[in-house]
């Protein structure tokens, strides 16, 4: 039985993600997030990954949005990376928490202005009049915030995923490709290769 500790696996989750971001054209960061409702529905979509070390995967959204009512309610999720150029994938399985709020400020603070407006202006994934609403949102609080700073939303944070489970996958010949799961143990994270 291989045991191996979260930080080798974050260097190897660092290492495919540094290659991606050498071969892909947009987005290496992109992962798809798996959530689940109060009903037990199964709900995807993507996010972009904005840090990672040996605390979690973090990403960051408006916590009134679906994805964030759903992590709230229940905050388990999965997340998947496809980089199609180097033909690998990882999933990971974990529980969620939220970021700090100075962790929270800081990177929201480094986003361009005109995003900061927009995490204002947007009601995350709720119905939308036309498209006209969200631009008369947008040049409301242009002219709010069009001296100064442009404040954090408290409803807009972030959440890291804590993983249980971590799964590296790259394509061999012939479909039979090469995948090594670690599962979290008391004694560290436990290998299992599986069958393709």
């Known amino acids: 039985m291989e045991i191996k500790q979260l930080p080798e696996l974050i260097s190897q989750f660092s290492s495919w993600l540094q290659e991606a971001e050498n071969l892909e054209p947009n987005d290496a960061n992109a992962m798809s997030l798996a959530t ?8 995807v979509r993507m996010v972009l990954l904005k840090g990672v070390d040996e605390n979690g995967f ?19 999720a999965a997340l998947c990376f496809h980089w199609k150029s180097l033909r690998r994938c990882i999933r990971i399985n974990g529980t969620v928490e939220q970021v700090s709020d100075e962790e929270a400020d800081a990177y929201f603070n480094s986003r361009p202005r005109d995003s900061r407006i927009g995490a204002w202006a947007s009601q995350q994934s709720r119905p939308m009049e036309g498209r006209f609403s969200l631009e008369a949102a947008v040049a409301k ?3 709010k915030y069009a001296v100064g700073e ?10 890291r995923v804590i993983p ?21 143990t008391d004694i560290g994270w436990q290998k299992a290769v599986l069958y393709p």
């Open 36 to 43: 689940v409702n109060s009903d037990g529905e199964p709900s």
């Open 58 to 76: 973090v990403f960051y959204t408006n916590f009134e949005s679906q994805k964030g009512q759903e992590l709230l309610q229940n905050p388990n």
């Open 141 to 143: 609080y242009a002219a």
């Open 150 to 159: 442009v404040p954090r939303p408290p409803y807009w944070s972030g959440f």
């Open 164 to 184: 249980k489970k971590i799964e590296f996958w790259q394509d061999k010949p012939f479909r039979l490709h090469e995948r090594n799961q670690y599962t979290h």
